[in-house]
């Protein structure tokens, strides 16, 4: 335990870096082996706009690195954070602040981002991608980066995490999205079986249908179990017959096209089919 903890407090960016390209390789490779929908694109130029999108969001994570170790080491040294309240031993300690930092810094943020009118519309960028695979995993406008950087930021100072457990954190984070945006398919049982512990392949696909409710469910990105306690997960009968995208931004210009995707947050905002954000309230946000 003592090594491990050691190697992820001095993991070098270029480890980190092999992890997520590493990802990516390997699941695009299962992926090609059993896939889950025969989908009808070009793999290589879909894979080199998300692939960009990637890229941006390790430049924004490494401009947010300073401020998270310093997050980290001014919580660590006061004994500040849930994490330092209660004597607890090793494993519980790993256990308690893995899942708080998947609880606000990937979930919350991720709920807010469909529940905030201008967070949505940075968000939308990922919910355009009409053919989801392992690379959609990071396909994230840089100013949703940013989103999720401060609110990772907000989780090490709420928790008091030790950088060890952020980075290795960061690192099954990028692993395990892309295994759930991946294109596999499944044994049903193996996959029903894992979705009561980790985000599967097919619980996160149903977030990724192109309408309303379903649009709004399965926010999880590495344990499931936030879904079930706040009434967020759905699943459905026939997963391979799900259609990829977003209603409002179908048009090829703008979902498959680097102009359109940087350029769509702001655009003028397009209501989908449901009742998202009709209330005046959610309007003046």
């Avoid at 954070?81 to 209660?86: R, T």
């Avoid at 090829?252 to 005046?280: H, I, N, W």
């Amino acid at each position: 335990m003592h090594t491990f903890v050691d190697y992820f407090s001095h993991v070098p960016s270029a480890h980190r870096f092999a992890i997520l390209m590493g990802g990516i390789v390997f699941f695009w490779i299962i992926e090609g082996v059993i896939p889950l929908q025969l989908l009808q694109y070009s793999k290589w130029r879909h894979a080199s706009i998300n692939l960009f999108f990637t890229l941006t969001t390790v430049v924004v994570n490494f401009g947010f690195a300073g401020m998270m170790v310093l997050a980290s080491d001014w919580s660590t040294a006061r004994h500040s954070g849930l994490l330092n309240w209660v004597e607890m031993p090793g494993w519980l300690y790993f256990l308690v602040g893995f899942s708080l930092l998947d609880l606000i810094g990937a979930y919350l943020i991720h709920w807010l981002e469909h529940r905030i009118k201008w967070m949505w519309r940075f968000h939308l960028v990922h919910h355009s991608d009409r053919n989801i695979d392992t690379t959609s995993a990071n396909r994230h406008h840089p100013g949703e980066s940013v989103f999720r950087a401060v609110f990772t930021i907000l989780a090490v100072l709420i928790i008091g995490a030790p950088i060890w457990l952020i980075m290795l954190y960061q690192s099954m984070s990028a692993l395990l999205s892309q295994f759930n945006h991946a294109n596999v398919s499944l044994p049903d049982k193996l996959d029903k079986m894992l979705s009561w512990v980790i985000v599967s392949p097919n619980m996160h696909k149903v977030h990724h249908h192109y309408v309303l409710p379903l649009t709004d469910t399965n926010f999880g990105n590495i344990f499931s179990i936030w879904d079930r306690i706040f009434g967020t997960y759905a699943e459905v009968e026939r997963v391979q017959d799900l259609v990829y995208g977003i209603d409002t931004h179908m048009d090829a210009s703008e979902c498959d096209t680097m102009k359109g995707l940087l350029t769509m947050p702001f655009g003028a905002y397009r209501p989908p089919v449901g009742a998202k954000f009709q209330s005046k309230k959610s309007d003046e946000l």
